[in-house]
């Protein structure tokens, strides 16, 4: 299983970015994706996450109204649209999934991109 985030950077307060996270080794368009967040001295939160069809998306009251998941099952792929960046918005961007296997089950993530929103 690899998930490969894309797509951070540096944006000012305002601005857009679009995360990738291109995922290979399972079958992508019978898992959830999600995508979840840390900054600097803080925890990893959760951001956003989608169905297995993209059909029930939720999200973080932070972010709410603000970033968008999304999905495309045909390139196994799952992004993270973000708009009206604030400062706060800065973090390392992980995805990531839940496979199951019996009784039991295995988180996996990506390495993270990193976002840093700032004047």
């Known amino acids: 299983v690899q998930l490969v985030e894309s797509g951070g950077g540096l944006v000012q307060p305002g601005g857009s970015l679009r995360l990738s996270c291109a995922a290979s080794?399972?079958?992508?368009?019978?898992?959830?994706m999600s995508w979840y967040r840390q900054a600097p001295g803080k925890e990893r939160e959760f951001v956003a996450a989608?169905?297995?069809?993209?059909?029930?998306?939720n999200y973080a009251d932070s972010v709410k109204g603000r970033f968008t998941i999304s999905r495309d099952n045909a390139k196994n792929t799952v992004y993270l649209q973000m708009n009206s960046l604030k400062p706060e918005d800065t973090a390392v961007y992980y995805c990531?999934?839940?496979?199951?296997?019996?009784?039991?089950?295995?988180?996996?993530w990506g390495q993270g991109t990193q976002v840093t929103v700032s004047s």
């Open positions: 080794g399972f079958t992508f368009s019978t898992n959830a």
């Open positions: 989608s169905t297995e069809t993209g059909g029930s998306t």
């Open positions: 990531n999934t839940k496979l199951y296997y019996f009784n039991s089950y295995i988180i996996y």
